[in-house]
């Protein structure tokens, strides 16, 4: 699609932060920068403000005018700052820019591909596997990926009374003896203040036979100005591990490796999930490249998701055969340290299934059959005409 014309004035090179800074009526101050709450308020949410800063194309003018009405926009200026101006093909615009192809819907696509809803076992917790939850925290996150596999319920307003659901949440863990590992996600956990993020985990804790804590997080990619030694104390005094998510090298800049570091030295686990999307990363040198970047900062790179077939995101989603080509480019080519699981989560609650030869059943065309851990089997299917 071809793009709007814009004045020369927005694409010419200079400063991406105080560019950002101009779009508020602001003038660029590195303090107010690094500060976490700062970059909150000053969100992209509008059309006017992404105009002001992109040279939009009539396809991002109409995903902005009516994307929102499906799934909230908004993007930190850390991370936007991070964007091409003037290429709408860029991998990390793409991952948070809603376009006109959000309104296609694609054979396969569904409302909540991994059925959460159907494993609720009080609002706000899903017990799908034996020994582990995930508790749904809030829904707030500091920017929306296009591709959330939760966009039925983030940025919605139904996940915010913690404190009411914490009572039924509390119970049913007290009594299920058999979960020993609860995963916190929403939302983005992170974004609680240190005080209800401790309380919470403290409430967790007291419980005997949970054993592991994990956070599902995307500050410190998208607001890494939040990783404070106030946050990292919390997280280190109730033994937390935290499960990242990065999808293309140029997110590693050096606020974020100074975020990581600041965590791994309060001695935090930090593993990194990735989701393979269509002109972002489906290609094995920027996932290696990524991976390099990760291990780097002692991130372990653990999952390579096949990205879920969310209504709406045909266009950012690959074929498993893509998939399966990359790890072949990885695997012996690099550290395996340096090389995460391809799996699928899988459609209808299957849970995630290791994408290798022996878990593909069968495959007719584009629809792959797929069997779990539990030895049932699910069917994915490819979006149509992706590589």
């Not at 996940?159 to 299920?176: C, F, G």
Request: glycine letters at 8%; charged letters at 25%.
């Amino acid at each position: 699609m071809a793009l709007a014309r814009r004045s020369k004035a927005k694409t010419v090179t200079s400063d991406p932060r105080e560019r950002l800074c101009r779009v508020f009526g602001e003038t660029y101050s590195a303090a107010a920068w690094a500060d976490w709450r700062w970059q909150l308020r000053h969100r992209l949410t509008r059309l006017e403000q992404f105009d002001a800063f992109l040279d939009l194309t009539e396809g991002e003018r109409l995903g902005l005018t009516m994307g929102a009405e499906r799934f909230a926009v908004s993007v930190t200026p850390h991370f936007a700052a991070l964007m091409n101006p003037s290429d709408p093909g860029c991998p990390i615009r793409r991952q948070v820019v809603p376009t006109a192809d959000e309104f296609t819907v694609s054979r396969g696509d569904m409302e909540d591909p991994c059925g959460e809803d159907h494993d609720a076992a009080v609002e706000g917790l899903i017990h799908r596997y034996p020994d582990r939850v995930l508790l749904l925290a809030l829904d707030t996150c500091a920017s929306y990926c296009r591709y959330c596999t939760r966009s039925r319920l983030v940025s919605q307003g139904n996940l915010d009374a913690l404190p009411r659901r914490m009572d039924d949440i509390l119970a049913y863990l007290r009594a299920h003896e058999e979960v020993r590992d609860v995963l916190l996600s929403g939302g983005d956990p992170l974004l609680m203040s240190e005080n209800r993020l401790d309380v919470l985990l403290g409430s967790l804790r007291e419980i005997e036979h949970i054993e592991l804590l994990r956070i599902g997080s995307r500050v410190p990619g998208f607001l890494p100005q939040r990783i404070t030694p106030e946050l990292a104390a919390v997280l280190r005094r109730h033994r937390v591990w935290l499960s990242l998510h990065f999808s293309h090298p140029a997110e590693l800049t050096a606020e974020v490796a100074a975020a990581c570091d600041l965590l791994a030295d309060h001695g935090i686990p930090l593993g990194s999930q990735t989701v393979l999307l269509r002109g972002v990363n489906d290609d094995a040198e920027v996932l290696k490249k990524l991976f390099h970047g990760l291990v780097t900062m002692r991130v372990r790179p653990y999952y390579l998701y096949q990205a879920d077939p969310v209504v709406g995101t045909g266009h950012l989603r690959t074929t498993i055969g893509t998939g399966l080509e990359i790890m072949r480019k990885l695997r012996g080519h690099t550290s395996g340290y340096a090389v995460p699981t391809y799996v699928v989560d899988a459609p209808g609650g299957g849970g995630k299934i290791p994408v290798q030869p022996e878990t593909i059943v069968g495959r007719d065309g584009d629809t792959w059959r797929l069997e779990n851990w539990a030895g049932n089997e699910y069917t994915y299917v490819d979006p149509a005409n992706r590589s």
